[in-house]
């Protein structure tokens, strides 16, 4: 396994969202069917910006949904702050916030304003906040015009800052993004990234676009199921491309 130098978490900006002890895999292993899909990853993450990468089907996607519970180790655990997934489902999801790759996968209701509230809709959020809150996070990511519009209609790139506002619009103290970028041309490419560069939640990024790490604090590169190189971006990624070529 290379291990490169490990850049410490940067100091806290805002305590309120900044995590207590990180995520942990323990000795996890994910099986579907009779496939086995991720094997023996033990990993602690503790970091502000984690990215995952590797070849396409090696179990990054998988190794994602572990961290919010959207899938469920088959052996081993998983914990966000101490949170078992298995057990404490409700508690990790409202700290996890996860990013689709295909924001269609995400967005549910008619129109933009309405997306953006249904998740504090569910919590039951007062009327006056949750409107507060939606008009604050559609000003932040250019949506306001659009706020009574279909959904549907917004431009790819568009949509997946929709995506994005409807999970910080919970305020997670950690975002997964699998994939985030994949969908959109350069340009909004570079919108996300930097979207993603200006959070002050921790977060975890599935990517293909290598382009996206310079700023990360740690790079994971996962092969057939496993994490064989975990360091520094500029070690691990210079690993990872010269493994490839
Ligand atoms: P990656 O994100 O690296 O492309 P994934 O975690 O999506 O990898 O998938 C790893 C392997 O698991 C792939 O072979 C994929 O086909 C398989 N897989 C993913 N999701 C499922 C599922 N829901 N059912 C069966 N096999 C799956």
């Known amino acids: 396994m290379a291990r490169a130098w490990r850049r410490a978490a940067p100091p806290a900006e805002d305590p309120a969202v900044r995590s207590r002890s990180g995520i942990e895999l323990l000795d996890v292993g994910h099986t579907y069917g009779d496939r086995v899909v991720l094997r023996e990853v033990s990993l602690v993450l503790p970091e502000h910006r984690v990215a995952v990468i590797g070849s396409n089907g090696s179990g990054k996607s998988t190794l994602a949904r572990l961290l919010n519970g959207l899938v469920l180790p088959t052996s081993g655990r998983v914990l966000v702050d101490g949170l078992d997934t298995a057990t404490d489902l409700r508690a990790v999801r409202r700290r996890v916030g996860f990013?689709?790759?295909?924001?269609?996968?995400?967005?549910?209701?008619?129109?933009?304003?309405?997306?953006?509230a249904f998740g504090l809709q569910n919590q039951r959020v007062p009327a006056a906040e949750r409107d507060q809150r939606v008009t604050e996070v559609l000003a932040r990511y250019g949506l306001t015009e659009h706020a009574d519009h279909p959904a549907h209609l917004l431009s790819g790139g568009q949509k997946q800052l929709l995506a994005i506002a409807g999970v910080l619009v919970m305020r997670p103290a950690r975002v997964v993004f699998d994939e985030p970028t994949t969908l959109l041309d350069l340009a909004n490419r570079r919108r996300v990234g930097r979207v993603i560069e200006e959070l002050e939640q921790d977060v975890v990024v599935v990517t293909h676009d290598l382009d996206l790490l310079a700023g990360f604090d740690r790079v994971l590169v996962v092969e057939d199921g496993r994490v064989v190189a975990d360091g520094g971006p500029d070690e691990t990624v210079g690993w990872y491309v010269a493994r490839m070529s």
């Open 99 to 116: 990013v689709f790759q295909d924001p269609d996968a995400q967005i549910v209701h008619p129109t933009v304003a309405e997306d953006v």
